[in-house]
């Protein structure tokens, strides 16, 4: 069985910091794209990094480049996500996923994973 478990979520004030880490099984992790996305009540699933098979390309949406950065551990079958300056519109609901294939403009679309995660909710205070 696939699994992928994230952990790392909680509640900080604006321009703190957290680090998501994603523990993933039950698949050849080392040739996944991994990638991570974010979804707010009533709001489509948003994009928000991603990285290659073996970390040594990413891929970043706009709003977050700068302040977030992906990296994953193939050894550990981890990918993370830490993100820095956080701000208010930062809060909802993180969840890591898995794409088969190689990264590509794919991977910046909920429609190309193939496994996600139960998600893990980052709140940022003002």
């Known amino acids: 069985q696939v699994q992928l478990v994230e952990s790392g979520g909680g509640l900080v004030q604006a321009g703190g910091s957290l680090r998501l880490s994603c523990a993933a099984s039950g698949l050849t992790f080392s040739r996944y794209v991994m990638g991570w996305f974010r979804q707010t009540p009533g709001k489509e699933r948003e994009f928000v990094a991603a990285?290659?098979?073996?970390?040594?390309?990413?891929y970043y949406a706009d709003s977050v480049k700068g302040r977030f950065s992906i990296s994953r551990d193939n050894a550990k079958n981890k990918v993370y996500l830490q993100m820095n300056s956080l701000k208010p519109e930062d809060t909802a609901v993180y969840y890591c996923?898995?794409?088969?294939?190689?990264?590509?403009?794919?991977?910046?679309?909920?429609?190309?994973?193939?496994?996600w995660g139960q998600g893990t909710q980052v709140t940022v205070s003002s």
């Open positions: 996923a898995a794409q088969q294939g190689l990264l590509a403009a794919g991977s910046g679309r909920e429609k190309g994973y193939d496994y």
């Open positions: 990285i290659s098979w073996m970390g040594s390309s990413t």
